[in-house]
């Protein structure tokens, strides 16, 4: 769950740009504000550019140490793995492209739940991790979730989950896929009327079936700054429709705009915030 | 009478048809004329037979999509006794798309609500070719939620190609009206009974499918994403549709292995397009009896059930080996973390 390696220079589309006389991975060029900053300052301030505060993507390991306790977290159900219960080739078999992803992150799938501490306060913690498949749902994802949110109804425990999916519900795993989506929203249910708090952290990305579901029920919504969150992508909807997107569509500050986020919170303040509105809402049970 | 529109590989049909139709024309027709009548009327029956049982999954989608099958509110007509209308989200308006109402099926009176596709040209844009608003989603909820008050059991019709994507959904919050629906249709303690009568396409469908028994049409379909939105995704075009079709796995067959149906529910000879009235009575009948199960349960069963029904979906393996080693990580999944 380390990520002690090193980065290399990268352009807002993920693509290596050659850097003369650099050693390889000391700088990055925001892909914000393109200023070229230092990789070091980057991830010592919380994956923000020093220069405009755009949030970088951050590792799931990295998201656990910044929000919870340190050594304060217990992982549940890691030794859940997917299947391809489809059978399902594109470009790649799935299950050859399980075993690539798994490789590339470390992880077995996109979501990583359990238990931890935040400044004292238990509470139950799970994430969606967009380096994995877009951070999409399969059987995992969801089961995980599921698990998840009945384990802090039987806990009486607090529930963060933050969320980085692009895909929604992931295309490899079909039908299957999109009934997680009614699965982990059935165990919220029952969760919201044992009187849980369930704070739901939107990151950059939050997209399609991820955020018609799980993400979307908060008692708290809380949104990092100038994530793209919404239904449809982005695309799909200029297609459809045929005009000019405003500047801001499917941005935290569009569905703060609209009703649809309580907060909008940078992520140096983000344990900060999650820790008093706790506070307010800890006699719910 | 037969449809208007024709599908590729019905072709064979329509001709066997016309040549039936000629035959029966005759005014006076000869005993060898009559016995012709018999065979081509055979052959007939069996050729629909015969196309219809190779249907592939890209095939199924034409059918699902044929512009003549019967629709909601041709459902509404044929099946209920009685149906009053009940429109408007009592927030922002009254989508077309999701048609909601009081309906007497036989002796029971239902809460019915379906999506509607529309047929005419002006139909189909009042309700954007069954893509629900959030406004559509949130009027289902709103009917449902008032069905669950006075007892009356719910009937939900899914046909949809999806949620519409659009700059006022988006802005009217599509994903978490959806969301929600899925969390409060978990909550209504009366019984819940899902078809999908044609397309169920992906959140859209959901939104009204959380049921304590889900069906499906024997040629309708039941996906996470469109054909033709996969294709262009992980074939990079939408011209390789009927590739995703066929790797998604959302026909019938496949719904029931997943357990993700309770049943599949035949269709008339050639589809129901063929004819509204014996689907109507197909479905009618699948629902009258999924209805005479479910009444007896108590609220909390009902709850129990649905819960359970969903709870238990999935497909994954639970390992006990050492932990995966990871790659040193390039920039692109350090700092975008998006993979391609
Ligand atoms: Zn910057």
Redo the contacts between chains.
């Keep these: 769950m380390s990520t002690g390696a090193p980065l290399d220079a990268i352009t807002s589309n993920g693509q290596m740009r050659p850097k003369r006389g650099v050693p390889d991975g000391l700088w990055i060029q925001c892909e914000s504000c393109k200023a070229t900053v230092f990789r070091k300052q980057v991830e010592k301030n919380f994956h923000l550019c020093p220069e405009c505060d755009h949030h970088f993507y951050v590792p799931t390991a990295e998201r656990i140490a910044q929000l919870l306790d340190e050594d304060s977290f217990e992982e549940w159900f890691s030794e859940l793995n997917p299947k391809d219960v489809l059978g399902f080739v594109d470009s790649r078999p799935y299950h050859e492209r399980l075993k690539a992803e798994q490789k590339k992150t470390g992880m077995r799938d996109a979501c990583t739940v359990g238990r931890g501490y935040m400044r004292g306060r238990p509470l139950v913690f799970a994430t969606t991790d967009s380096a994995f498949i877009m951070g999409s749902m399969g059987s995992v994802v969801g089961e995980k979730l599921t698990r998840a949110v009945e384990k802090a109804t039987e806990l009486k425990l607090p529930l963060v989950i933050v969320s980085g999916s692009g895909g929604g519900a992931r295309m490899h795993e079909g039908i299957v896929s999109l009934m997680q989506m009614g699965k982990v929203s059935a165990a919220l249910a029952r969760y919201h009327e044992a009187g849980g708090l369930f704070i739901s952290v939107l990151t950059n990305p939050t997209m399609g079936g991820v955020a018609a579901s799980f993400a979307s029920l908060g008692d708290i919504t809380i949104a990092e700054p100038k994530a793209l969150i919404g239904f449809a992508g982005p695309r799909v909807v200029k297609a459809t429709c045929k005009i000019e997107l405003p500047d801001d569509f499917q941005t935290s500050e569009f569905l703060l705009k609209h009703g649809f986020v309580d907060r909008i919170v940078s992520r140096p303040q983000l344990k900060q915030e999650l820790v008093r509105i706790i506070d307010y809402c800890s006699k719910s049970w | 009478m037969s449809p208007q529109f024709q599908l590729p590989f019905e072709r064979p049909i329509f001709q066997l048809e016309d040549q039936l139709s000629q035959l029966e024309s005759q005014s006076n027709p000869t005993p060898a004329i009559l016995e012709s009548i018999r065979t081509v009327r055979l052959e007939l029956a069996r050729m629909k037979r015969e196309v219809f049982e190779n249907l592939d999954a890209w095939d199924v989608v034409k059918v699902a999509r044929h512009p003549e099958r019967p629709q909601t509110l041709d459902y509404i007509e044929l099946i209920c006794d009685e149906f009053i209308e009940l429109h408007g989200d009592r927030t922002f308006g009254d989508d077309r798309a999701i048609i909601t109402g009081f309906a007497k099926l036989d002796d029971y009176k239902v809460m019915f609500i379906g999506q509607q596709k529309g047929r005419t040209l002006k139909e189909r844009n009042e309700c954007f070719y069954g893509c629900a608003h959030p406004e559509g989603y949130r009027k289902a909820l709103l009917k449902m939620q008032m069905a669950a008050k006075y007892g009356l059991p719910i009937v939900c019709l899914i046909d949809t190609p999806g949620?519409?994507?659009?700059?006022g959904?988006?802005?009217?919050?599509?994903?978490?009206t959806?969301?929600?629906n899925?969390?409060?249709m978990?909550?209504l303690p009366v019984p819940i009974i899902s078809v999908v009568i044609g397309e169920g396409g992906?959140?859209g469908a959901?939104?009204i499918?959380?049921g304590n028994t889900v069906s499906v049409l024997q040629f309708a379909y039941?996906?996470?994403?469109s054909p033709e939105?996969?294709a262009g995704?992980?074939?990079k075009h939408v011209k390789f549709a009927d590739k995703a079709a066929r790797?998604?796995?959302?026909t019938g067959k496949?719904?029931l292995r997943?357990g993700?149906v309770d049943e599949v529910i035949p269709e008339p000879l050639g589809g129901a397009h063929r004819d509204h009235r014996a689907m109507a009575t197909n479905l009618k009948a699948t629902i009258v009896r999924q209805l005479r199960a479910l009444l007896p349960l108590s609220g909390p069963e009902l709850l129990e059930q649905?819960?359970q029904k969903?709870?238990k979906?999935?497909?994954?393996?639970?390992?006990?080996q050492a932990?995966?080693?990871?790659?040193?990580?390039?920039?692109?999944?350090?700092?975008?973390?998006?993979?391609?």
Aim: hydrophobic share 40%; with cysteine.
């Design positions: 949620a519409y994507p659009g700059v959904a988006e802005e009217r919050g599509q994903a978490y959806i969301a929600y899925l969390r409060e978990a909550r992906s959140g959901l939104g499918g959380i039941y996906s996470v994403i939105g996969c995704i992980l074939w790797a998604l796995k959302f496949d719904l997943f993700i649905r819960y969903f709870r979906i999935g497909e994954f393996d639970e390992v006990v932990k995966i080693s990871q790659e040193t990580p390039t920039a692109e999944q350090t700092l975008v973390g998006h993979s391609k």
